[in-house]
């Protein structure tokens, strides 16, 4: 670095600055390369296509009167051969005393092909765009610079290309679902990213406070209630590409700021979400990879629909080995949970202990995708109850590879129903329950004026970009992942 500096330095004392703005490339280097597709080393050798690029010095091979960069922008790499006798001594000297790897330099001059047969600009002209006065890493790929890639994600993106890959990847998903939803009539919206009342989900919130209302308000948990207030105003397809905040612990599925696509159509059930995700996740795949199959950590992942469907019990009878008749024993699922380690295990709700008897013994094991159907009413308090039986609920979740991906369920529109279910959840919030749902009254308001019958589901992005790019850990898909603080 203080190398570096001495080189800044003695820029600017001949009056060159080291961070111009006023250089723009004329060409990228896989607009470069086009130009020259097909063409012979012959034709090239005539010197007729001239290009101008600008790039970061990734390589740089100095031979007395010659050098050779390696540029990087954009589009991908392109080789610079700067000569002595053809940019002229003192631009050459410059260049020699003041540009190193990592550096941002524009040239130009026409294309030509190496005796080793690459395509490299025959720089007839030379200019220092950005000095940069940390060298780039010389090991970086190993797993003990993780956390460090991690927290210096521009570093990680300069010098590995599969990581850029990853986030060209996740853009190309977003678009996709983006487009999937908007040619099907749903309408983009945004909601609130601070609310009054934190709902949509059961999640602990962040509290912030607004001075001028002197006001707590709540980092959205989910924007579930306020896209159902849309439904109710008339607008029967939207959806919302939304961050969302939960106040919770981070692993490798968890991030407490992150993505998902939330769509509601009125007039539809849960089944008809189920039929949409399969259509959207499996023409999602065909797009990314030319068919509906592809590989995670080693697996197949096949979302050639139609996919397997399982109730919540018959799935942890199956992963667990019990009797699926003795899931609907409460004396049997208090003594099975309290083996397994369950929390409150002799206080838990019939409903709450078999979902967690669920999570414990079978949700991993789930490779999917796998819609998981009828779940209690105890833990899905936005539900419409299930018409022959009123004790679960019109819901699924899917999990691919042992992860919930996406929760979706024909949505209550009852708002009698709703209030019991809010009061229900404010006596579990009175017994220490964190997670238990609000009371949202203008909601409830909202559920007055008559909100059509529909469906809704929640996707969750970072989880879906994991799957489609191969990532094991969510940090690992996220620009800028939650970090403890450095130091």
């Given amino acids: 670095m203080k190398e570096r500096i001495l080189k800044i330095n003695a820029l600017k004392s001949a009056g060159r600055n080291p961070w111009p703005n006023d250089q723009a490339p004329g060409w990228t280097n896989a607009g470069a390369r086009a130009a020259a597709e097909g063409r012979s080393s012959e034709e090239l050798a005539a010197r007729t296509i001239r290009v101008d690029v600008a790039g970061r010095v990734m390589g740089l091979r100095r031979f007395g009167k010659a050098a050779f960069l390696v540029l990087s922008d954009r589009s991908g790499r392109l080789q610079a051969y700067l000569k002595k006798d053809r940019l002229g001594e003192e631009e050459y000297d410059l260049f020699l005393k003041s540009v190193d790897a990592g550096d941002i330099v524009w040239v130009d001059g026409p294309l030509f092909l190496t005796r080793t047969g690459e395509l490299t600009v025959d720089a007839a002209k030379f200019r220092l765009l950005t000095k940069a006065i940390r060298p780039l890493p010389e090991k970086w790929h190993g797993l003990s610079d993780i956390e460090t890639r991690y927290r210096q994600r521009y570093v990680d993106l ?46 602990r919130p962040f509290v912030t406070h607004h001075n001028a209302l002197d006001m707590d308000l709540y980092l959205r948990i989910a924007p579930e209630l306020y896209l159902k207030r849309l439904l109710v105003g008339g607008f029967e397809r939207v959806f919302e590409i939304n961050r969302n905040f939960r106040n919770e612990g981070i692993d490798t599925q968890h991030n407490p700021e992150f993505t998902m696509i939330e769509f509601y159509q009125a007039y539809a059930t849960y089944t008809e979400m189920m039929a949409l995700t399969e259509e959207m996740l499996s023409s999602l795949a065909t797009e990314l990879f030319g068919a509906p199959k592809f590989t995670y950590q080693g697996e197949t992942v096949d979302f050639t629909p139609p996919w397997e469907r399982l109730t919540v019990a018959q799935a942890a009878a199956r992963h667990g080995g019990f ?66 039986r009123p004790e679960i609920v019109d819901r699924f979740e899917l999990i691919v590879r042992g992860r919930e991906i996406a929760n979706a369920f024909s ?72 970090l403890r603080k450095e130091g």
């Fill in 158 to 203: 300069i010098v590995n290309e599969d990581v850029r890959e990853i986030f060209r990847r996740r853009a190309r998903i977003v678009s996709f679902l983006r487009s999937f939803l908007t040619t099907r009539d749903f309408l983009e919206v945004e909601t609130p990213m601070m609310q009054t009342v934190a709902g949509g989900a059961t999640a």
């Fill in 323 to 388: 009797p699926e008749e003795r899931l609907s024993d409460e004396a049997f699922l208090r003594e099975t949970a309290a083996k397994l380690g369950v929390k409150d295990a002799a206080t838990a709700s019939p409903g709450n202990l078999l979902v967690a008897i669920f999570e414990e013994v079978a949700e991993k094991k789930i490779a999917g995708p796998t819609f998981v159907t009828e779940y209690p009413i105890d833990v899905s308090p936005l539900s419409r109850r299930n018409d022959e």
């Fill in 411 to 482: 949505e209550l529109n009852d708002p009698v129903d709703q209030r019991e279910r809010f009061d229900e959840q404010l006596r579990r919030r009175e017994r220490g329950d964190e997670e238990a749902h609000f009371m949202d009254e203008d909601y409830l308001r909202a559920l007055e004026h008559g909100m059509p019958p529909a469906a809704g589901e929640g996707i969750g992005i970072d989880r879906l970009v994991m799957l489609l790019t191969d990532s094991p850990s969510i940090r690992d898909v996220i620009l800028f992942p939650q």
